[in-house]
């Protein structure tokens, strides 16, 4: 069972950038796609992006394209989720998890090893 840790939220203004680190444990970590997904306060966790084993054909939700990229060092067994542009909109608990089955899916039930989450909040 890989784990997983979140890092890098914080407190910045609409247009700014953070960069988001997903660290995991174990040699499995390489073998799997991850993803990130985000949650507002009274709202369902939401697909953000997603990227494949070796690092190749990121995916996106429509929201965050253009302005989010998503990536991967398997040496340092972390994924990356790059910020540009914030909008308030963005203000949320961001989580990493691991894509277990069905690449491409964006359905909270093929992804799994759950973080604990770390907080973004975009003031205006």
């Known amino acids: 069972q890989v784990q997983l840790v979140e890092a890098g939220g914080g407190l910045v203004q609409a247009g700014g950038s953070l960069r988001l680190s997903c660290a995991a444990s174990?040699?499995?970590?390489?073998?799997?796609?991850m993803g990130w997904f985000r949650q507002a306060p009274g709202k369902a966790r939401e697909f953000v992006a997603a990227?494949?084993?070796?690092?190749?054909?990121?995916y996106y939700a429509d929201s965050v394209k253009g302005r989010f990229t998503i990536s991967r060092d398997n040496a340092k067994n972390t994924v990356y989720l790059q910020m540009n542009s914030l909008k308030p909109e963005d203000t949320a608990v961001y989580y990493c998890?691991?894509?277990?089955?069905?690449?491409?899916?964006?359905?909270?039930?093929?992804?799994?090893?759950w973080g604990q989450g770390t907080q973004v909040t975009v003031s205006s």
């Open positions: 174990g040699r499995a970590f390489r073998n799997y796609p």
């Open positions: 990227i494949s084993w070796n690092g190749g054909s990121p």
């Open positions: 998890a691991v894509l277990y089955r069905n690449y491409g899916s964006t359905s909270l039930n093929d992804f799994g090893s």
